[in-house]
């Protein structure tokens, strides 16, 4: 299920982001990541949500076991919102990571007023790419260098888009 972020979630949040391995696949989340962490993650979670932008947290049951972000894409990609997508590492590989984007990728088409969906992952990050080409992404073709707070210097990512 995909439900608003609350400051209520902030010890589960701590939870989601506590592998170093997960962190490692993102450019900024740090490890370990502190309730501090937690508390400002949530509050640009909670004051960016907006239908074009939505971020919400991915629950099983009540625990939550993931996010989901659309932000505003800059530069060559600014032809649509660009999609992130975290799933805590005891829950991966059991499908939530596709059921997430199927769902958030259909309200977006019908509520959110986007055309086109932009993704880009580590090329090292092969759980990401397959989640990202079960919903239905092609790749673009397009590689960047790009950092992580969990990476000693520039990695390459790939970048991927979905007409919604």
Known sequence: MLSPL??????????????????????D?????????????????MTQHSRRFPKWGIRLG???IGVILFSETVGQ?????????????PYQNHGYGTEAVTAALGWLRTHGGAKIV???????????????????FLY???RTQETSLMR???????????IL
């Open 62 to 64: 009540d625990r939550l």
């Open 77 to 89: 990609d600014s032809f649509g919102p660009q999609m992130s997508l975290f799933i805590a590492h």
């Open 118 to 136: 932009h993704a880009a992952h580590f090329a090292d990050n092969t759980a990401s790419a397959q989640v990202l080409i079960r919903s239905g």
């Open 140 to 142: 673009t073709g397009r």
């Open 6 to 27: 609350t400051f209520s979630d902030v010890t589960a949040l701590t939870q989601v982001f506590a592998s170093a391995e997960t962190a490692r696949m993102t450019h």
């Open 152 to 162: 000693h210097g520039p990695h390459t990512a790939l970048h991927l888009i979905k």
């Open 29 to 45: 989340i740090p490890h370990p990541f502190a309730l501090e962490d937690a508390f400002g993650f949530l509050s640009m979670a």
